[in-house]
Every structure is written in structure tokens, then in C-alpha cells.
């Protein structure tokens, strides 16, 4: 089981206001965050920092820059095996978003507008799942 201090999430979209929000709620509830702006960024720092992994969650907004999206990330992590969970934020979390992340590995998909206890719940059942 992972505690609140123990825990990091890495909370991944371009929309700055986005990001600020859903840390300043993160860190409300007790988890601490460090923001990106894009994938490739959050890739890069969970490979160099493999230690990081064993305590943190990613938030990821569905729509990234770069022609990649949350989905593209799953893979991308996949590809060179890094494994933590990952909660997919998106605008519309249709049926088939739900099972094409579940079948990437997502932990959860959250649809926007998005509700405080909602994303707190996901992020702690995705840490505890992976613990």
C-alpha cells in the first residue's frame, strides 16, 4: 500500500491551468505532483529516474501535443518498459477510449468535467494497485 507521502503524481497535459489545478487539488488531498507539459518530457524523466517509478501514478490528459495523445503514451512506456499506473483524463470518455486504454494498461479513465473525489480515488486505487 502506498501513503500519500510516499507517493508522486506526475500530472501530464499542455493546458497550463489544467496542470495548476489539478495540482493545487493533488496536493490538497496530500499527494505531491510535478507537472509536464508533454509526453515526450515525462517519458524522458521516467527513464532516467527508475527509482521515481516505484512510488508514482501519471495523470495524463488524453490530448497531448505532438501528434501524440494518452493513449500513444501508454505504448510508449510499454515500448521501453517502464510500468506505472496511469489515470487518462479525457473530454469524452467514450466506450471504446475505455477499452482501448484498459487494454494499454490504464488503471482508469476520467471524464472531464472532472470531480475532486473522483480523481483522488482513482489516483489512490491506481497506487494501490500497483503496489
Same mark, same amino acid.
Do not use: N, Y
Given at each position: ?9 506526475? @500530472? ?27 509526453? *515526450? ?7 532516467? *529516474? ?16 505532438? $501528434? *501524440? ?10 515500448? @521501453?518498459?517502464? *510500468? @506505472? ?22 488503471? !482508469? ?16 486505487? !491506481?497506487?494501490?494497485? !500497483? $503496489?
Amino acid at each position: 500500500m502506498h501513503s500519500a507521502e510516499a507517493s508522486l503524481v506526475l @500530472v501530464v497535459s499542455d493546458d497550463a491551468a489544467l496542470r495548476r489545478s489539478l495540482a493545487l487539488l493533488l496536493r490538497a488531498s496530500g499527494l505531491a505532483t510535478q507537472d509536464f507539459a508533454s509526453s *515526450t518530457a515525462v517519458l524522458k524523466s521516467l527513464v532516467a *529516474t527508475p527509482a521515481a517509478r516505484r512510488r508514482c501514478c501519471l495523470l495524463v490528459d488524453h490530448h497531448l501535443p505532438g $501528434g *501524440t495523445d494518452g493513449l500513444r503514451l501508454l505504448q510508449d512506456l510499454a515500448a @521501453v518498459a517502464v *510500468t @506505472v499506473p496511469v489515470v487518462l483524463l479525457a473530454d469524452w470518455a467514450s466506450l471504446e477510449l475505455r477499452r482501448r486504454a484498459g487494454a494499454a494498461g490504464a488503471a !482508469a479513465v476520467l471524464q472531464k468535467p472532472l470531480l475532486q473525489d473522483s480523481i483522488v480515488q482513482a489516483i489512490s486505487d !491506481a497506487l494501490a494497485g !500497483a $503496489g
